[in-house]
């Protein structure tokens, strides 16, 4: 059991460029949430998914920021036009079950830190 | 809204000693709170959660309370290593929609030998 994945770990993009987050949920989870993590703040929700269904994406900002998670393959978080305000960590979690991050937490992955240069 | 906060951001003991880490909530009464684990570079950990209808849990040198009429969690490590250093987040489930958790910025423990 692999855990969730997260690729790149590290990500550097130019200010207007394009960046794609990957993220692989544990094998059997079919929910996926994407959290910010920025200097000096806590953990901030962004977009929780199912498989093909954005379920609640209420954190997410609404200019730039989009996020899937297809059928096959891995949920993708893709901001366009990076602003330096967009370095962060991005983390990933998974559960197997609707509200089973209730029961028995989340399972994060080890996230990918995008620095807009 | 709800708002969650962790009463220090650093706490520094001695290896031996129990640290205790706080977390207040306001304007909202969660079903779940738990704790995770956050070393540098990496994701977080899930430690432990606890329930609005318990009082205490507790998982070898871990003790979570649960305290519904002050809205707060206290977060105990008894016998401390230097090996527990780390940042401790407390999290509850949303208000809103009650689709994921919200975090607080955590305490970051630190024990010296």
């Known amino acids: 059991n692999a855990g969730v994945m997260q690729n790149p770990r590290h990500l550097v993009r130019r200010r207007g460029q394009e960046a794609r987050l990957r993220c692989s949920p544990m094998?059997?989870?079919?929910?996926v949430y994407w959290y910010r993590q920025l200097p000096e703040e806590g953990l901030k929700f962004m977009v929780y998914?199912?498989?093909?269904?954005?379920?609640?994406e209420s954190g997410m900002p609404k200019e730039r920021f989009s996020a899937e998670f297809p059928k096959e393959g891995p949920s993708i978080l893709r901001i366009q036009q990076v602003v330096r305000g967009d370095s962060a960590a991005y983390f990933c979690?998974?559960?197997?079950?609707?509200?089973?991050?209730?029961?028995?937490?989340?399972?994060f992955g080890s996230g990918t830190r995008l620095t807009v240069v | 809204s709800q708002k969650i906060e962790q009463n220090s951001e650093a706490l520094n003991i001695q290896e031996g000693k129990t640290a205790t880490l706080t977390c207040n909530y306001t304007?909202?009464?969660?079903?779940?709170l738990q704790w995770y684990r956050q070393d540098p570079g990496r994701g977080p950990v899930f430690l432990l959660l606890?329930?609005?209808?318990?009082k205490e849990k507790r998982k070898e040198r871990l003790k979570v309370t649960f305290d519904t009429t002050l809205k707060q969690s206290l977060f105990h490590i008894t016998a401390s290593q230097p090996a527990d250093s780390a940042t401790y987040l407390c999290?509850?489930?949303?208000?809103?929609?009650?689709?994921?958790?919200?975090f607080g910025k955590g305490t970051t423990l630190s024990v010296s030998s």
């Open positions: 606890i329930r609005e209808n318990e």
């Open positions: 304007n909202y009464s969660p079903a779940y």
């Open positions: 999290a509850l489930d949303r208000e809103q929609a009650g689709t994921a958790l919200i």
């Open positions: 094998k059997g989870h079919s929910h």
């Open positions: 998914l199912q498989k093909e269904n954005i379920i609640d």
């Open positions: 979690a998974s559960s197997a079950t609707e509200g089973g991050y209730l029961n028995y937490g989340y399972t």
